[in-house]
Structures are given as structure tokens and as C-alpha cells.
């Protein structure tokens, strides 16, 4: 039988028995990968012989009776990761030769858990957009219609899980980089409580590998199904060694249920800043009726939730006042063009702008807006146990390359709007820091894989992974392009 498209979790069952040996899984991945990839151009760095080598060290580590979580299983990685010997570009031609000296701390975790690195994953230009090509590695094509895109900015992690080329694969997240290409995919990935995983050696080229407590962003794992997630998170989650002078694995509170009929459910399906596309709507709605159907309490409204449109506001001024810092801009025409709104524009455009050009100080004001929300939120998770909502308005939608990304737009059911808009659903669990698991949900009236996301409370990244695992076991999950 061919194992490209199995689970992580079946896998480590098949090694454990001896059905198969890792050197087994690991060519018949590769062999996979070159066969397909032409098509879909998610490996965007093979490293074929030292997985092989991997491989052939994961057979005799099991011969000599050793047993570690991921021991065997063939992954991917993304590009933005540091892998000792392989290019980190970030997509940015003038990095292209940038090779780093060590593992990022998350790549180390992984080999250390026994996992065989079969390459890394295409992402877009600086991991700045919602598709994911660039100059140095072309275009990564979605494997359910290559006319449009994976997503971004993990789009070849997620491109490479639906095509069967690796178990699992680890991304990063600021504005939906996990979640929208899990959505556009039909994948899995769960977007951890900010800081919960360590992200040292994910930094631009030449950034130095530091420990760092990154605003909004946080690395973490992706895969097709939702016990995957939890396996793999188990190896990712922990602070940083350098920090603390002993490496500290830390225990995440146990998920609130363990069955669906005692979980309550917040259902939102509307955004003020957005309107939602029908095919979305569906997929929020399919997973709404199995909820209630499995006997969860769902409830569409709440006097808890915290204002949606200032959320969608905060959120796009603190992740576009993080940019300028890594990417420059032309800040002097910027901050005119901000000094020149109306005061009564609150439109997500100008928040962009705004965020571009936030002082410190305002920028210490906005934080302290986001603290009030994060207030909220407790609140809200004192009364429900997750929040199921929208990932992005739409499916995978078509390559888009306009250089000026301020000038694309996005088609919502005929609706044109911003294209950076689509970011407000995946920044109401960012802002705040909250975990978030991205689920299939089924296919749109085109055929195209939907998802939808649960968000939970703060530092209980368990209760939306094992609710996440109770819909599976109810709707399905990931199911292979055709």
C-alpha cells in the first residue's frame, strides 16, 4: 500500500510493528515528491540524501529498541526556518546564498523527537502576503487547482501535507501564515498561544538567530489530521533553552471536554469590516450543525465578545507597525499621507497606514487597547469553551502578482474588496494571542477545500485540538485532491 498519505500517528504505529522502516517511508516520499512536484512546486529546497541518511539512523535507533515521538516520519519544514546547511532566504534574491550554521530551536526539536527532514517549503517575499511566490523559487501551485494559490505565507507546507509529501510540516503565523493555507489546502494547523512555542532561528536573512518574544507571531505545527497537531505540538511548545539556562518542557492545562456534547460553542459568521462568501458560510455552518447535532450548546451571539471592528482595527495597526522595522519603507511620504486622514476615517486602509507610522508611545496605547480586549476574551472563556469561526472570506482564490499589493483586491461573491482585508478574521485570535486550530470543513460548490478556524482561551491549546479531533471523527478530515 502507499503511506504518502497517511497519518503521522499511523505511521509511528507501522515502524512501532515493523510493517515498515523509515528508510521505506522516506523514499517513497522522495520518489513522490519528484514525480509531483513539477505541478505544484511546494519543496522549494529538497535535502534528499541527508533525509535518507536520516532515515537509515531512524531504522537503527528502532533496531537498538528506541522509541521517540516522531521517530521515522518523513516532514517538511519552511523555508523561514534556519536548517543548518540549507539556504534561509526568505524569498529575498539578495539572500539567496544565505546558508546558516545551526538549526532553528524548532528544526532541533523535530530531529531530536526522530523526524526526517525531507527539505523546505516555499513561502512568499518576506512572508508578506497571502499566496506564496517569489523571485528565487517561483510560484507555489494549489494542489486542488493550480490556477490558484496554497496560500501564504506557509502555502508550500500546506501545498506539500495535501499532496502527500511529508506527515507533517512546521509553519509560522502573524496574520493567518498557518490557518489560510490549512483553509485553501484542506489541511490541518493550529496557530499556538503566543509564546507558548519558541521561534529562535525563524528570523529574516542576515538576522542572528536570538531568542526573541515576537509580537503577534508564533511558529507551530501543521499536518492532515487534528491528533497530528496535538503530537507535533507536544515536541514544539516549550520556551526557549537559552533562556532560561535548562531546556523546561512545559504542561499545557488538559483540553476543558473531552466529549462534544459538553463543549459551548460561540458561532460568528458575520464581520463587520468584510462580508463573509457563501462557500465559507456553508463550511462555518456545517461544522455549527454537527456541533449541535453532537450535542454541544452553540450559541451565535454574545454580550462577551469584544467589538469586532475595533478588534479588525487594533489588529491591522499592530501588524503593520511591525513591518517597517524588518522590511524598510519610505517613511517621510508615509507619514504625510497618515497626517493627511480625516479623523473620522476608520477604515482598514487607513488603520494601515496609521500602523505603518505608529509612534512608540502610540503604539504603547494601542497595546494597552489590546490588553482590555484580552480582558474581554477571559470574560468570554469563562462562559464558552471555543469560538468557531471564518479563517478568510473565501476559498482559494487565483494567482495574484501584482507587485503593488495595495492595488489587489480580493472577489467576495462578487464583492470586490482591499486584498489585505481578508486578514481581520485570522487577527481576532492573533491580536489577542490566542491558540487557533484550522480545520477542513468540506468542499465549496467549485470543489475547493474550506476550512474554518477554533479559537480558545489563552494557554489551552488542548480544548480546540481535542474539539478539532471530535469533528473529525464526526464531518471527516482531510480528504486527498483528486
Known amino acids: 500500500m ?62 537498538r529498541g528506541e522509541d521517540r515521538p516522531l521517530l521515522g516520519i518523513p516532514v517538511t519544514v519552511k523555508e523561514c526556518y534556519n536548517v543548518a546547511g540549507l539556504p534561509t532566504t526568505w524569498g529575498m534574491p539578495p539572500y539567496r546564498n544565505h546558508i546558516p550554521a545551526e538549526d532553528a530551536v524548532q528544526v532541533s526539536r ?24 517569489n523571485e528565487i523559487y517561483g510560484t507555489t501551485n494549489n494542489p486542488w487547482d493550480h490556477g490558484r494559490t496554497p496560500g501564504g505565507s506557509s502555502g508550500g507546507s500546506a501545498a506539500a501535507l495535501a499532496s502527500g ?29 503566543l509564546g507558548l512555542a519558541a521561534t529562535r532561528g525563524m ?19 501543521m499536518a492532515r489530521s487534528a491528533r497530528d497537531l496535538t503530537l507535533l505540538l507536544d515536541v514544539m511548545a516549550g520556551p526557549d533553552p537559552l533562556t532560561l539556562g535548562v531546556a523546561h518542557h512545559l504542561t499545557l492545562p488538559p483540553a476543558r471536554h473531552e466529549r462534544l456534547c459538553d463543549f459551548r ?26 456541533l449541535a447535532d453532537g450535542g454541544a450548546r452553540v450559541d451565535r451571539h454574545s454580550p462577551l465578545l469584544p467589538d469586532l471592528a475595533e478588534a479588525g482595527t487594533l489588529y491591522t495597526q499592530l501588524l503593520f507597525s511591525s513591518s517597517p522595522a524588518r522590511f524598510p519603507v519610505e517613511m517621510e511620504q508615509l507619514r504625510n499621507r497618515a497626517a493627511g486622514l480625516s479623523a473620522d476615517d476608520q477604515g482598514l486602509d487607513a488603520a494601515r497606514l496609521r500602523g505603518i507610522v505608529l509612534s512608540h508611545r502610540d503604539w504603547i496605547e494601542a497595546n494597552n487597547r489590546r490588553e482590555l480586549h484580552r480582558h ?28 503593488d499589493l495595495m492595488e489587489r483586491r480580493i ?70 485532491p483528486e
Open 110 to 133: 523535530l530531529k531530536a523527537a526522530g523526524a526526517v527532514v525531507l527539505g523546505k517549503t516555499n513561502v512568499p517575499l518576506g512572508l508578506q502576503d497571502v499566496q506564496s511566490f
Open 2 to 63: 502507499g503511506w504518502n498519505l497517511q497519518t503521522a500517528e499511523e505511521l509511528a504505529a507501522a515502524l512501532r510493528t515493523g510493517e515498515v522502516t523509515s528508510a521505506e517511508l522516506t523514499d517513497e516520499a522522495i520518489i513522490r515528491i519528484e514525480r509531483e512536484d513539477k505541478a505544484v512546486n511546494a519543496v522549494c529546497v529538497p535535502d534528499f540524501d541527508r533525509a535518507r541518511a536520516a532515515a537509515r539512523g531512524a531504522d537503527r535507533a528502532r533496531a
Open 265 to 290: 460553542v460561540l458561532v460568528l459568521d458575520e464581520h463587520p469590516l468584510i462580508p463573509t462568501g457563501s462557500a465559507v458560510r456553508a463550511g462555518v455552518n456545517r461544522v455549527a450543525d454537527a
Open 376 to 403: 474581554g476574551w477571559r470574560q468570554l472563556f469563562a462562559e464558552f469553551d471555543a469560538v468557531l469561526c471564518p479563517i478568510t472570506p473565501t476559498p482559494a482564490f487565483p494567482h495574484d502578482h501584482n507587485p
Open 411 to 480: 472577489d467576495i461573491d462578487g464583492v470586490t474588496c482591499p486584498y489585505f482585508d481578508q486578514l481581520v478574521w485570522a487577527g481576532l485570535a492573533t491580536m489577542p494571542g490566542l491558540p487557533a486550530t484550522a480545520v477542513p470543513t468540506g468542499r465549496s460548490p467549485e470543489g475547493l477545500p474550506v476550512g474554518v478556524q477554533l479559537i480558545g482561551p489563552m494557554s489551552e491549546d488542548r480544548t480546540p485540538l481535542r474539539l478539532a479531533e471530535l469533528l473529525e471523527q464526526k464531518i471527516g478530515g482531510f480528504q486527498p
Open 165 to 193: 509529501f511529508g506527515a507533517l510540516s512546521i509553519g509560522s503565523d502573524i496574520a493567518g501564515s498557518l490557518r489560510t493555507p490549512a483553509h485553501f489546502c484542506g489541511v490541518y494547523a493550529h496557530k499556538p498561544t
Open 203 to 221: 528570523v529574516p536573512p542576515p538576522a542572528p538567530a536570538l531568542p526573541a518574544d515576537l509580537d503577534l507571531a508564533v511558529v507551530g505545527p
